[in-house]
Structures are given as structure tokens and as C-alpha cells.
């Protein structure tokens, strides 16, 4: 049987943490998920990497979640260059949890 990765609920749960948590809780909140859901601690970094990249980011972001919109943040994932781009596949990733 194959390693739970978590339900939609629980990636959902990890995303709101990530992007509500005070700056300076961010790095304890990163271990603590990195303890209880190792299979989200890669996701939850990279998140947490774009929120701090600045002010205009983190409104961003703050503004996606609240509108759950999966169009704009596809968007925005594809107007970031390179696939490889961590933030454009975080940003996939949430777009794919928010609109579904």
C-alpha cells in the first residue's frame, strides 16, 4: 500500500498556515509540518519561499487565497518563467488545490 499523502483538506490546512502565519513563525512552522506531514514540508517551503519574496508578492498571494481563484493563480504560474521554477510549480500545486 502506498505512503498517504495527505487529503485535500490537509494540503488545504498547510497552505492557509503557511500564508496567515506571522514572519517570524514561519520557520517553526515549517518543521513542525515538516514533522507531522514530511510528504508536505517540500510544498510548504516552497510556498512559504514565495510569500517572503517580498510585500507585492505576499499581497499576491494573500489575494489569490482569498478570491480562490484558479484561473488567476494559472496566471500567474505560467507568466513565471521555467518549469523548473519552484514558485510556478507551488503555484500549480495551489491552483490545483483551490480549484477543485
Known sequence: MG??????????????????????QLQQLLLDISKQHPEMS????????????????AKELEQLWRDRSAE?????????????DPASRVLAFLATLVGS
Do not use: C
Not at 3 to 24: C, D, F, M, T, Y
Not at 42 to 57: I, N
Open 42 to 57: 517540500f510544498y510548504a517551503t516552497d510556498l512559504a519561499r514565495l510569500r517572503m519574496a517580498g510585500r507585492k508578492k
Open 3 to 24: 505512503k498517504h499523502i495527505g487529503s485535500r483538506e490537509e494540503w488545504l490546512a498547510v497552505s492557509e498556515q503557511i500564508l496567515h502565519a506571522r514572519p517570524e
Open 72 to 84: 488567476r493563480i494559472n496566471a500567474l504560474a505560467r507568466s513565471r518563467p521555467g518549469t523548473t
